[in-house]
Structure formats: C-alpha cells, structure tokens
C-alpha cells in the first residue's frame, strides 16, 4: 500500500544549509556500513527500546540487501528512505527513514493521529550533525513538503512508553 497519494512524488535529493538529504540505496553501501557499525549500540535505540537493529557484528553484504530494500521500498512508494550528506557529499551523517505505521489492533490511535513515523540516526563522526538540528530541519521539510497532516518521531517526540501503549496516554 502506498505511504503517499500516487501524484505526489517524493523528491530523491534534498539540499540544506547543513546537510542534504540523498535516496539510500546501494550506491551509499561502502559509507552506510562503516556508519552503521561504528553507530551500532546508538542506532539500536532510534527504533524502539526492544530493537536489535543493527547485530554488533553486521556484514557488508546483509547491509547491502539492507539499502537494496530501502531503496526499493522508495521505488514502490511504501516507505522513504534517506542517508544524510555534508554539504559536499563526503560526510555520512546518518539516515532517515519514513514509514507507515504498522499495527494489527484495529482503529489502532496512532494510526488514527499519524499518517507516517520517522525515525533519524546520526553518526558520531569527526563533526557530528546537532540531532536537534537535524530532527527540526526535516521536520520542517515534511510539514511543508509532503502530504501528511502529521507525523510521529516516537522515542523523540514521545516517549517509548507513550508510543508503544495500546491507549493513548496524555501527557
């Protein structure tokens, strides 16, 4: 099922003041796999308090089909995903990804409230991007450019506790 109205065309690169937004895919895999495993115990934590993602010890070729899905998910419009760039392209900042929000309870809340969920990892390298930065930036770019009334960053904007109740809990 698509993420986005079929005229709505999600845009493959992004450019900011600090950072631009590319497509990930397998064209990143050489720099995404040395983020990924250098960032490892901190990513974990960006996808839920339960999440194992990514094993200590990932390979390159599991990461790979890891981009080749996202970049396929992007393809087919059922989810986004983007690694963020310096300026220049030779800075891997991290990544973000926009999902849809998946859930077997029916009239599930979040579902109700949130169109989409983002998450956003950044690496710890030689200049790290600010996170609160980085989350306001796109947040920005996703209220102004794409057709979602609201999105959810759980872990960021609620807490884990919060998202992850089966009611909503009002704070």
């Known amino acids: 099922m698509l993420l986005v ?18 497509v990930l895919g397998p064209d990143h895999a050489q720099a995404d796999h040395q983020a990924v495993q250098a960032n490892a115990d901190a990513i974990r934590h960006v996808f839920g308090p339960d999440n194992h993602w990514p094993p200590a010890d990932i390979g390159f070729k599991e990461n790979l089909a890891d981009l080749q899905r996202h970049f396929d998910e992007f393809e087919q419009g059922v989810a986004f995903a983007y690694c963020l760039l310096s300026p220049d392209k030779q800075g891997y900042l991290g990544c973000l990804y926009i999902k849809p929000i998946k859930s077997r309870q029916e009239n599930d809340w979040r579902k109700l409230r949130f169109q989409a969920q983002a998450f956003l990892w950044l690496s710890a390298g030689d200049k790290p991007l600010p996170a609160d930065q980085a989350v306001t930036t796109v947040q920005n770019w996703l209220a102004q450019d794409w057709p979602f009334a609201a999105v959810a960053w759980p872990g960021r904007e609620m807490s884990w506790d919060a998202w992850l109740a089966t009611e909503p809990i009002t704070p």
């Open 5 to 22: 109205p079929a005229d709505f065309y999600p845009p493959r690169q992004v450019c900011f003041a600090d950072f631009q937004l590319d």
